[in-house]
């Protein structure tokens, strides 16, 4: 009896529908699927033009790598784009199960050893330890260093992020269910609600994570409805892209600090969230907790994985003051992969289930 072939092929698919080749990371548990080939061209003059067009015209490319049946919904994605900066050594795209993110910590972390590893930039010398990658993101260009030797990557990556900023600190937000919470709002590329767990009635660290969605959820709510966001430079970045939980330990410690990040359509962060580290550094230099270069290790309820975060040098945003943030974390390849469409398939574009 004859073996399977040794060649790989596709099995039967509508033709018309190029595959979509993908790499598949993680990084302290959040995934993340690398678009490799098969999504069209996305058309527009820079990258928050091409975020849109995406959105607009290319959304099934997202819900099917993203839903069931080849994803789920805490699925994280990323489609590399040109990008129109001249340093930039690539843009991306981010892509969650509600759309389009502005930022995304873990998958820089992990897109600096891709970048690294695919030739996507100029190989470093021989006996460099360390690669720079200059990764366009939405909210703006973001430089990766990468642990490598002989040219490859090895061990963490640390990023330097776009400038960091506080919104709000001791915001007053009525929570249905939870009545009046008190809540900071900062900017990491992304902004976030941030608020202690145990303001809500739960354990950060032992609470079950469906209460902890639901409870971040009702914050988000309640602080898109009572809160307008502003961003300095541009209103495609104004929006609250989720709550942050803690364990309320914003005093310096060399301890970690443990959170949880929901955001988008409550959608679970297995990491540390590296947006989210970069924004409450932000809000605990703003505070006075940190000094510049002080590193705070910080723990996702999730996993147990680890980020650490530092504030490296104060900076402006619009007329904000902000901070540069350095972010280290662990990215690890997981597979590769081709997705196909058959066109009798009524559920080609995925679906999701609550």
């Not at 990258?47 to 819900?63: F, I, N, P, S, T």
């Not at 021989?126 to 430089?143: Q, T, Y």
């Not at 619009?318 to 990215?331: F, H, P, R, T, Y």
Request: hydrophobic share 40%.
């Amino acid at each position: 009896m004859a073996g399977p072939p040794t060649v790989p092929r596709l099995p039967p698919h509508d033709l018309g529908t190029p595959a979509l080749s993908v790499v598949d990371m993680h990084t302290g548990g959040e995934p993340l699927r690398i678009v490799l080939a098969g999504c069209p061209e996305v058309v527009g003059p820079t990258l928050l033009a091409k975020r849109r067009y995406m959105r607009q015209h290319l959304d099934h490319v997202r819900r099917r790598l993203m839903f069931e049946p080849r994803g789920h919904r805490d699925m994280y994605g990323a489609v590399l784009v040109p990008s129109e900066l001249p340093d930039a050594h690539l843009g991306v795209l981010f892509l969650n199960n509600e759309g389009y993110s502005s930022m995304c910590g873990h998958a820089v972390l992990a897109l600096g050893r891709f970048a690294l590893d695919f030739g996507l930039v100029p190989a470093p010398p021989a006996d460099a330890r360390e690669a720079l990658v200059n990764i366009h993101c939405p909210c703006g260009l973001v430089a990766a260093f990468v642990e490598c030797e002989g040219g490859r990557s090895r061990g963490p990556v640390r990023f330097h992020s776009v400038p960091a900023f506080v919104l709000a600190t001791d915001f007053l937000v009525d929570v249905p269910g939870h009545g009046k919470v008190v809540v900071d709002i900062a900017y990491g590329g992304a902004f976030y609600a941030f608020v202690s767990a145990e303001k809500l009635g739960l354990d950060v660290c032992s609470a079950k994570t469906r209460d902890l969605v639901a409870a971040a959820s009702a914050v988000t709510e309640a602080v898109k409805a009572q809160f307008k966001i502003n961003h300095p430079d541009s209103e495609d970045l104004a929006f609250l892209y989720g709550t942050i939980l803690t364990d309320g330990k914003d005093t310096y410690n060399e301890e970690p600090t443990t959170n949880i990040c929901v955001f988008a359509d409550e959608q679970v962060d297995r990491s540390p969230t590296g947006s989210g580290v970069t924004a409450r550094i932000a809000l605990q230099y703003h505070k006075g907790l940190l000094e510049l270069n002080q590193t705070r290790a910080f723990k996702s309820s999730a996993t147990g994985s680890v980020f650490t975060g530092k504030a490296v040098r104060e900076a402006k945003c619009g007329d904000l003051k902000a901070v540069i943030v350095e972010v280290s974390g662990q990215a690890h390849y997981t597979g590769t992969a081709s997705f196909i469409v058959e066109d009798d398939d009524p559920l080609r574009d995925g679906f999701l289930l609550k």
